[in-house]
């Protein structure tokens, strides 16, 4: 059967022992690790930390990770920090004492440090043999659409010819100056996500200021949306507004750098 896509596994992704004995769970995370799978332990635990400075941590109902690189994650109920971790690459040891407790030991060489977790109960032991090879997609920033626009101007609009960038205003910086198809001077205006009146504002002092000397000065408001308000503003101060997604100009800039590598490859 198909987990997802062209990914084929007949066997069950997930296995789980709730309330498991501490020779139990010894016996699943020992062949999870064997196999590289990530393990998820729930339940009260002690830890034991040395290396550069030492540190312990009394008892106390926790969630811990190993991943299937090897690394170690301690996550208390509250807070998105782990309370102790440890890299990639560690060597694990998993006991069971006579105490019928189950103990891990994670030890990194370089440099040498270590995590013991001493289990007093186990609520869950969890083997997880999943798959995730999707690539992390950061939209760009406004810094990236700034760069995707100058690259390529008819992002704006047809015939749009960037002058410069970040030019210096009484009220601020410009982020792109340019002329449209006409010759007439157009400022253009970057916001990443929902542009606001106050962004609407803001284009309009610096139109202000070059009207003065070209009364034909247009200003262009680039976003992905228009907040409340924006829109009956840009058209009361007679300014434009173009929608550009910031993960259309990552895709772009993605794609230049990609041809880009390539070039140099070919060149060489």
């Given amino acids: 059967m198909a987990r997802f896509g062209n990914n084929l596994k007949a066997k069950e992704p997930v296995k789980a022992s709730i309330h498991p004995s501490a020779s139990d769970s010894r016996k699943l995370i020992h062949e999870a690790l064997e196999r590289s799978e990530a393990i998820l332990i729930v339940g009260v635990c002690e830890i034991l930390y040395k290396g550069r400075a030492s540190s312990t941590l009394g008892s106390g109902e926790r969630i811990v990770i190993i991943t299937k690189d090897k690394a170690l994650l301690i996550h208390r109920s509250c807070g998105y920090r782990a309370v102790n971790w440890q890299p990639a690459g560690c060597n694990f040891r998993v006991e069971k004492t006579s105490e019928d407790r189950l103990e891990i030991t994670a030890v990194r060489m370089k440099p040498l440090e270590s995590v013991k977790i001493s289990f007093d109960r186990i609520y869950l032991t969890c083997v997880l043999d999943l798959i995730d090879e999707s690539k992390i997609c950061l939209y760009a920033s ?3 659409m700034q760069k995707a626009i100058l690259h390529r101007p008819s ?3 047809d015939g749009f010819a960037p002058i410069t960038s970040e030019k210096e205003m009484p009220t601020g910086f410009v982020d792109i100056l340019g002329r449209d198809k006409d010759g007439n001077y157009t ?22 200021v070059f009207r003065k000397e ?12 228009l907040a409340r308000g924006a829109e009956r503003a840009l058209a009361s101060l007679n300014l434009g507004f173009k ?8 895709e772009m ?9 390539k070039e140099i490859k070919d060149y060489f």
């Fill in 243 to 250: 929608r550009l997604s910031p993960k259309k100009c990552s």
């Fill in 253 to 261: 800039l993605r794609e230049v750098e990609k041809n880009e590598a």
């Fill in 214 to 225: 070209n009364p034909n000065t247009r200003g262009i408001l680039v976003a992905e949306s």
């Fill in 187 to 208: 400022i253009i205006e970057i916001k990443r996500g929902r542009a606001t009146r106050e962004a609407v504002m803001q284009l309009a002092r610096y139109v202000e």
């Fill in 155 to 157: 992002l704006i609009e």
């Fill in 142 to 144: 406004e810094s990236d």
